[in-house]
């Protein structure tokens, strides 16, 4: 199958009052938000308070106890919403397969959905991990890898999608500030190429601030707030100002 012929249009993301309960523990308390078509917006807050739950919630890997999530305008996770929108997540763990190579793992969908050839598939897969700092790192294998250098391998096999719909569960934990640079610049250019629509879950403050077309603020279960990134940072509510200003406690030693 070829769907490099047909013409993407941009997307939108919807949530409309979701409630989700894990483990008898209530995860969401009724969450509201609207991602337009093609920006970046970011769900930023704490560790733990339900970001990645929300995240799995739009790719569809999740049903919400109550509430509805909308992609576009078809139900998250539905069958009409996988046909009709192409939609690409990099974990948090970085998922790879670890019974194929690292440039197998990024070429996956370009030798299962496209009609590409080997070379054609081989030089984007190069240009890709060029792309993520791992040129010429093709044949090993993942296990082989630190787990800061399997993220960036999977960042690379999302980015080969070109997707309309781009998930990203915390991008840069475990990458040094130098590759982190670089990841935000490559979503920045992702964004400039397709027009995707990028969702990002994040406790990193420079990445949120540095790439967000709109920020929401996320904790125990709720959007607290959903505003430019000046507008949050100037936002009065103790628990985003506690959050977005909090600096290490640790004295140096005299």
């Known amino acids: ?25 209530e995860v969401l308390r009724g969450v509201n938000f609207k991602v337009n ?8 807050g704490p560790s733990g308070s339900g970001k990645s739950v929300l995240l799995k919630h739009i790719i569809g890997l999740l049903t919400p106890d109550s509430g ?21 997540m990099v974990f948090q763990s970085a998922a790879l397969l670890t019974s194929l ?3 197998e793992n990024v070429g996956l969908y ?14 984007i897969v190069s240009q890709k991990l060029e792309a993520v700092g791992l040129k010429g790192l093709e044949n090993r294998i993942p296990g082989e890898l630190s787990g800061g250098m399997q993220k960036r391998v999977a960042i690379a096999r999302a980015l080969v999608m070109e997707p309309q719909l781009f998930l990203f569960d915390e991008p840069t934990a475990e990458l040094d500030p130098p590759m982190a640079v670089t990841i935000d610049e ?6 400039t190429r ?46 985003l100002q506690d959050f977005i200003n909090a600096k290490p406690s640790i004295s140096k030693p005299a």
């Open 1 to 25: 199958m070829n769907d490099n012929s047909r013409q993407l249009e941009n997307v939108s993301v919807e949530a409309r009052n979701v409630y989700k309960s894990l483990g008898g523990l």
């Open 186 to 191: 490559e979503i920045l250019k992702l964004k």
């Open 110 to 123: 370009l030798a299962e959905c496209t009609d590409k050839k080997p070379d054609e598939i081989a030089a």
């Open 68 to 88: 509805e999530i909308l992609i576009q305008d078809e139900l998250a996770g539905s069958r009409a919403a996988r046909e009709k929108y192409r939609m690409a």
């Open 194 to 239: 397709t027009h995707a629509t990028s969702i990002i879950v994040t406790h990193d403050r420079t990445l949120a601030f540095s790439l967000a077309d709109h920020v929401a603020m996320f904790a125990d279960g709720q959007i607290l707030f959903v505003g430019t990134p000046d507008e949050v940072k100037r936002h009065p509510d103790p628990r």
């Open 101 to 103: 190579s690292v440039g």
């Open 37 to 44: 078509p093609g920006e970046i917006f970011v769900i930023m």
